[in-house]
Nanobody, 125 residues
Framework: QLQLAESGGGLVQPGGSLRLSCAAS????????IGWFRQAPGKEREGVAC????????NYADSVKDRFTISRDNAKNTVYLQMNSLKPEDTAIYYC??????????????????WGQGTRVTVSS
């Protein structure tokens, strides 16, 4: 079965940090760009960050730039999202998905596939 699985979510206070992981099973990630997306209650899913297959290109939504860092370890078949300086508005279910390219500009979910089940992040005091 070809799928991605997210982990690492949880409850954190404002200003805190979390690291999310996106692990692949049934296929190798090194041919794919990976995107992180999130969906807050009552809102549409939005793109947060993406990384090219080699890791040489990264793109971030303006709302998370300078706070979140996407990285990958192809040897471990895993992509990470380091989230620092978390805010209550970062509360959402976070998903990862695969595509062939990470494009500049708005990170659009069209074209992404092999979505994981999501991991919940709650930022609250």
């Amino acid at each position: 079965q070809l799928q991605l699985a997210e982990s690492g979510g949880g409850l954190v206070q404002p200003g805190g940090s979390l690291r999310l992981s996106c692990a692949a099973s049934g296929f190798t990630l090194d041919r794919f760009a990976i995107g992180w997306f999130r969906q807050a209650p009552g809102k549409e899913r939005e793109g947060v960050a993406c990384i090219s297959s080699s890791g040489g290109f990264r793109n971030y939504a303006d709302s998370v730039k300078d706070r979140f860092t996407i990285s990958r370890d192809n040897a471990k078949n895993t992509v990470y999202l380091q989230m620092n300086s978390l805010k209550p508005e970062d509360t959402a279910i976070y998903y990862c998905a695969a595509d062939f390219r990470c494009f500049a500009g708005t990170i659009n979910q069209n074209g992404y596939s092999r979505w994981g089940q999501g991991t919940r992040v709650t930022v609250s005091s």
